[in-house]
T-cell receptor, first 114, second 110 residues
């Protein structure tokens, strides 16, 4: 089983709302990732968690707050977003961070900020 | 820094045509190389990978060979189908993260 699940599939929120995206995997992977993908562009890395610790933050604004409560679960908390944050948010996981391990992606959450 | 360059799209072919999507990379060392595919409205799926020079990755009729001498990882398929219509991303494994090319949109007409 190489499945990464993400909820919700779609999310519409106002600029004053607080919402969370959820990602889950049960492959025993110890690295998890958040990416942001705008239309017709490749995914851009936001955060990397390795063994439940944040190891990379690609200078992401503080209105995005990641959390890794355990090795299977990754959350992305959203607060005071801007319309330009509208995008497809992809979660991925791999056995370890770095090296030749394949990253497996979830289907994404399509976020619209009004 | 590490980078990946893909041929620009969009690419439009007829069914059963031969496909090549070019991918070259710049990196220190010998990173693992990947091709991912993204169907409309979906996330990325791993298509194939290669972890060292001269390795050939293959899946679903697609192939790519890791060429160290030309720093390339071109994607090929001998006979494309309408269902192959998607965006294809070449990527390399950098320091704890994937470095993606810009993507190539492929459309196959019946």
């Amino acid at each position: 089983d190489t499945e990464v699940t993400q909820t919700p599939k779609h999310l519409v929120m106002g600029m004053t709302n607080k919402k969370s995206l959820k990602c889950e995997q049960h492959m025993g992977h110890r690295a998890m990732y958040w990416y942001k993908q705008k239309a017709k562009k490749p995914p851009e890395l936001m955060f990397v968690y390795s063994y439940e610790k944040l190891s990379i933050n690609e200078s992401v604004p503080s209105r995005f707050s990641p959390e890794c409560p355990n090795s299977s679960l990754l959350n992305l908390h959203l607060h005071a977003l801007q319309p330009e944050d509208s995008a497809l948010y992809l979660c991925a996981s791999s056995l370890r961070a770095g090296g030749p391990d394949t990253q497996y992606f979830g289907p994404g959450t399509r976020l619209t900020v009004l | 820094g590490d980078s990946v360059t893909q041929m620009e799209g969009p690419v439009t072919l007829s069914e059963e045509a031969f496909l090549t999507i070019n991918c070259t990379y710049t990196a220190t060392g010998y990173p693992s190389l990947f091709w991912y595919v993204q169907y409309p409205g979906e996330g990325l799926q791993l298509l194939l990978k290669a972890t060292k020079a001269d390795d050939k990755g293959s899946n679903k009729g697609f192939e790519a060979t890791y060429r160290k001498e030309t720093t390339s990882f071109h994607l090929e398929k001998g006979s494309v189908q309408v269902s192959d219509s998607a965006v294809y991303f070449c990527a390399l494994e950098g320091a704890q993260k994937l470095v993606f090319g810009q993507g190539t949109r492929l459309t196959i007409n019946p």
